[in-house]
């Protein structure tokens, strides 16, 4: 069956502009988390939705950056005024909505590059 | 707060050698363990998982991993490489009840033929 996808793959945008990733994750999948990946810094956890629930934004670095989750599927992130240290690769993953343990499945991930 | 330390940024391999990636974690409660691993402009693919139970955990393409609570260490190996296991491994671990994974920073396995 069909993975998590996200668009675009890549995206080149100049400081100070805003930028919106996409995320669709796996049909059915109620939890849906986005990730951070910068050169040297691993992997960072940006914010969590689960369900109707509140998101657990605690990941999200500035109050630039958010994220909304539409219907309880596709998910947006955006990147307000955008500056050269937000340049990473943006990873969406998410899982069925039942025992925590249950395996996230990521996404290819867009690169983001603000010049 | 947990976090987790792949010591090793980059790690050589002669082909059908064996290996050991090396992770250490610090948390103060229980803790659910993972390995992901990244093929080259590819996503994130599970390896394997420790929940509970058996310490020794066993994933695809022969890797396997061992839960040592007292070192808080979840080493992966595999004894005999192969090309096609180049590729980015990263160890991450979440908190019991928490639902964020908290990853290290990676190991670049590089096979040398």
């Known amino acids: 069956g069909a993975g998590v996808s996200q668009s675009p793959s890549n995206k080149v945008t100049e400081k100070g502009k805003d930028v919106e990733l996409r995320c669709d994750p796996i049909?059915?999948?109620?939890?849906l988390y986005w990730y951070r990946q910068s050169l040297g810094q691993g992997l960072e956890f940006l914010i969590y939705?689960?369900?109707?629930?509140?998101?657990?934004k605690s990941g999200l670095p500035s109050d630039r950056f958010s994220a909304e989750r539409t219907g309880g599927s596709v998910s947006t992130l955006t990147i307000q005024r955008t500056q050269q240290e937000d340049s990473a690769v943006y990873l969406c993953?998410?899982?069925?909505?039942?025992?925590?343990?249950?395996?996230?499945?990521f996404g290819p991930g867009t690169r983001l590059t603000v010049l | 707060a947990q976090s987790v330390t792949q010591l090793d940024s980059q790690v050589p391999v002669f082909e059908e050698a064996p290996v050991e990636l090396r992770c250490n974690y610090s948390?103060?409660?229980?803790?659910?363990l993972f390995w992901y691993v990244q093929y080259p402009n590819q996503g994130l693919q599970l390896l394997l998982k420790?929940?509970?139970?058996?310490?020794l955990v066993k994933g695809i393409n022969g890797f396997e991993a061992e839960f040592n609570k007292s070192q808080t260490s979840f080493h992966l190996r595999k004894p005999s490489v192969h090309i096609s296991d180049t590729a980015e491994y990263f160890c991450?671990?979440?908190?019991?009840?928490?639902?964020?994974?908290?990853f290290g920073t990676g190991t670049r396995l590089t096979i040398i033929p």
């Open positions: 420790y929940l509970s139970g058996s310490t």
């Open positions: 993953a998410s899982r069925t909505g039942g025992a925590r343990t249950d395996t996230q499945y």
């Open positions: 948390s103060s409660v229980s803790v659910y």
């Open positions: 049909s059915g999948h109620t939890a």
């Open positions: 991450a671990v979440s908190e019991k009840g928490n639902e964020k994974l908290t």
């Open positions: 939705f689960q369900g109707n629930s509140a998101p657990d």
